[in-house]
């Protein structure tokens, strides 16, 4: 059984407690590995190492940050099959999702801000006769990073890369349910030359750990992505410490569907925004609303291509639905099916726990669910769930359905149906969303910020907007 450790000041540590708890394989409901019990003391630790590597690897010229970031990249394209077979083990993710989505975009992650950090300019204005005034944009200084479990190595490093790439050090948790790549990622760390203390990780709870590097007066800024709850909780105790804070949180994602779609795409894609990763991705289209004309034909096809779905062993090649996350998220996910049921909801499919034979016997396994009768206000529709359950709502005009789409109190993406460019351009803009996808979904330009409105979060990430998170800009006024 492995035995995961901390990376803290360069090198693989023991956490001070001597502590470990469990982590699941979700696919069979066994302990397969161990993670570091952390607490304060090894936070502690962390940051001291990330304050006494930050004056070099601040002055380190951008090129050269490029150079070891780039070799990270090499190493994780090399090891792409055993981090991708990693993930799916970890997470219970199909295998062939983490292979062409999640350990892809983690190299990508790496590569882009590896050479953002080399484009990114400073202003200036010259008051006229006076003065020139330049905005110097220098890093903050030890930051803390904090990722979930649906999408591993994908969002940690999607902080990460960015954070080092501007100049600061870096003390990262990911998430204790899923922390096996991260451990893998710093073992590549070490090889790729990472200077010590650049980037530390320590594994361990949410409520330890995370709530700890938040609270550490040395780490000038936190970059969040997780929960409403818990974005929360970081912004009461980070409030009052002024720290910078980038908040990427949860979403209860409108997808629209007018009569006038290319509606082959519009299925094709709906079902992929249903229930890829097991509906547990933050962009996941789970409130579907259907233009009432071609309401019953989409219905009857979404419900027949979520039967044809194959659910099983993530390693299996020919799944394309693997394993819940954990035994409490299978559960909550359960306890959401019986609230539609009982606030008059219909299952047309799915709604059940799936036990599986063989290796998988005692995993988390939920069958693709699709549910129709309910409300736009009623709770099913209104909190997010997070699992492979959609719930189908017919519309008949433009302002109804934006009405319809506006009422939660997330706003992280939607999704938009239509031939018809002006009402594309037109619902988009009137959309309570950070993102809207038109036609598509699941579209990433790492350029493009990301990120949330209303209780979905606060701040962008990607593009420049990301740098621009983990540098303060000051201004020199110079007198000519
Ligand atoms: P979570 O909030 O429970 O945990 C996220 C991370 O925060 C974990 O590493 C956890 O250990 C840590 N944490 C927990 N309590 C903490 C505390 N008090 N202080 C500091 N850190 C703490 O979320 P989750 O269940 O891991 O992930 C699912 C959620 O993430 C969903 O709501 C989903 O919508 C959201 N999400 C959002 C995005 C986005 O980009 N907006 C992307 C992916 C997931």
């Known amino acids: 059984m492995v035995t995961i450790e901390n990376y803290i000041g360069g090198g693989m540590v023991q956490p001070a407690s001597r502590e470990y708890l469990d982590n699941f394989e979700p696919a069979t409901g066994t302990v397969y590995s161990q993670i570091p019990d952390s607490d304060d003391r090894d936070v502690n630790l962390a940051v001291d190492a990330a304050r006494t590597a930050f004056p070099g690897w601040s002055l380190t010229p951008p090129e050269a940050r490029f150079e070891i970031l780039m070799r990270l990249v090499s190493l994780i394209e090399r090891d792409a099959e055993e981090l991708a077979r990693a993930e799916s083990i970890d997470n219970g993710k199909p295998l062939s999702l983490a292979r062409v989505m999640d350990i892809p975009r983690a190299a990508s992650n790496f590569r882009f801000y590896a050479t953002a950090a080399m484009h990114m300019a400073n202003e200036s204005h010259e008051t006229v006769g006076q003065a ?5 944009r220098q890093p903050l200084g030890v930051v803390g990073c904090i990722s979930p479990w649906n999408l591993p190595l994908y969002l940690f490093t999607w902080k990460i890369a960015p954070a080092i ?18 451990y893998m990622l710093s073992t590549l760390c070490i090889e790729a030359g990472m200077p010590a203390g650049v980037l530390n990780i320590v594994h361990g709870l949410g409520p330890k750990v995370g709530a700890s590097i938040v609270a550490h007066r040395d780490v000038k800024a936190i970059s969040f992505t997780g929960g409403t709850k818990t974005g929360e909780d970081i912004a009461r105790t980070a409030a009052p410490m002024f720290k910078k804070l980038s908040l990427e949180l ?10 006038d779609c290319n509606y082959d795409q519009a299925l094709e894609t709906t079902v992929r925004s249903s229930f890829a990763n097991q509906g547990q991705i933050c962009l996941c289209g789970s409130r579907i609303f259907i233009e009432r004309p071609i309401y019953e034909r989409f219905k009857n096809d979404l419900v027949s291509r979520a039967l044809e779905m194959n659910i099983g062993d993530p390693l299996d090649e020919a799944t394309n639905l693997g394993a819940i996350v954990s035994e409490p998220h299978m559960q909550k996910i ?12 219909t299952v047309l499919t799915g709604g059940n726990q799936v036990t599986l034979n063989g290796r998988c016997a005692n995993g988390y396994f939920v069958e693709p669910t699709v549910i129709e009768g309910l409300s736009h206000d009623c709770r099913t529709n209104q909190e997010e769930i997070f699992g492979p359950v959609v719930s189908l709502m017919p519309f008949d005009d433009e302002n109804e359905v934006i009405n319809y789409a506006n009422s939660v109190r997330y706003g992280l993406s939607a999704t938009v149906w239509t031939e018809n460019l002006s009402r594309a351009h037109r619902v988009s803009a009137l959309l309570e969303s950070g993102i809207v996808w038109v036609n598509c979904w699941l579209l990433r330009d790492l350029r493009t910020p990301f990120g949330g409105v209303k209780d979905s979060g606060m701040g962008r990430e990607g593009g420049f907007e990301a740098l621009r998170v983990f540098t303060e800009e000051k201004n020199v006024c110079v007198k000519i």
Do not use: Q
């Open 250 to 259: 949860g979403g209860k994602n409108p997808n629209i569907i007018f009569a």
């Open 334 to 345: 359960l306890s959401y099916i019986e609230l539609a049921r009982s606030e008059g909801g």
């Open 165 to 182: 790439a501007a100049g600061c050090t870096v003390v990262a948790k990911p998430s204790e349910v899923t922390p096996m790549t991260a």
């Open 132 to 136: 020139i005034n330049y905005t110097l």
